[in-house]
């Protein structure tokens, strides 16, 4: 356990370095629990079984006018995934698929942040890790908008949406026989849904 801790603290504070520098730039805008959704879809034989993370942790520095400038970084709890089955839940959260006590943690840094093609669309490059197996990810997303909090002026809310496909094969989770089998697809969907706050700046 000692030697997982140590390999995850130094992912962390390698993958961090650059979201550190994007931090102090600018105000870091946090998560909406309340108000945030992980959620995936994937082929079950016939019909796609949907689920989500009821967990996401983690911070965004981003301006729209800037986006190079921006950075993301986001954690989630793998024991928070829900597919309202608690067997179903019980077996993802084992050495068969995510191994959670193993592996407690999914997270996603960037590296840099691009325009997209139209005012709202950028995408973030970054790094997925999943099992302590780290690949490149491309996550297009929408800013759907920044604005005064209307229940509390002293803070700023913004929103994102975000969508992507990722192949749970390449990361270890679930072995080839659920896919070789036709009982499980190794294609998952992610919508991602987000307001996230920070304090106002004082107006001078």
């Known amino acids: 356990m000692k030697k997982i801790l140590a390999a995850w603290m130094m992912v962390t504070v390698v993958c961090g370095a650059g979201w550190t520098a994007a931090a102090q730039q600018d105000g870091a805008w946090s998560f909406d629990p309340s108000h945030t959704s992980v959620t995936f879809t994937i082929q079950h034989i016939l019909a796609k079984v949907a689920g989500t993370f009821d967990e996401v942790q983690g911070q965004v520095v981003f301006d729209p006018a800037q986006p190079e400038k921006g950075a993301v970084r986001v954690v989630i709890p793998v024991a928070s995934i829900n597919t309202r089955v608690e067997k179903r839940d019980a077996h993802l959260r084992s050495s068969d698929f995510f191994d959670a006590e ?13 325009p997209g093609k139209t005012s709202a669309d ?21 800013h759907l908008g920044t604005k005064v909090h209307p229940m509390d002026p002293s803070k700023e809310i913004i929103g994102f949406e975000a969508h992507a496909t990722i192949n749970r ?6 072995n080839g026989q659920f896919f ?16 996230m706050l920070r304090d106002r700046a004082p107006i001078k």
């Open 180 to 195: 070789q089998k036709g009982l499980i697809g190794k294609e998952v969907f992610i919508s991602i849904y987000v307001e």
């Open 102 to 114: 193993k592996f407690p943690v999914m997270t996603f840094m960037s590296t840099h942040i691009f």
């Open 169 to 174: 094969l390449e990361f270890g989770v679930g």
């Open 122 to 142: 950028f995408i973030a490059q970054g790094t997925l890790t999943i099992k302590n197996i780290s690949r490149p990810l491309d996550l297009p997303f929408i």
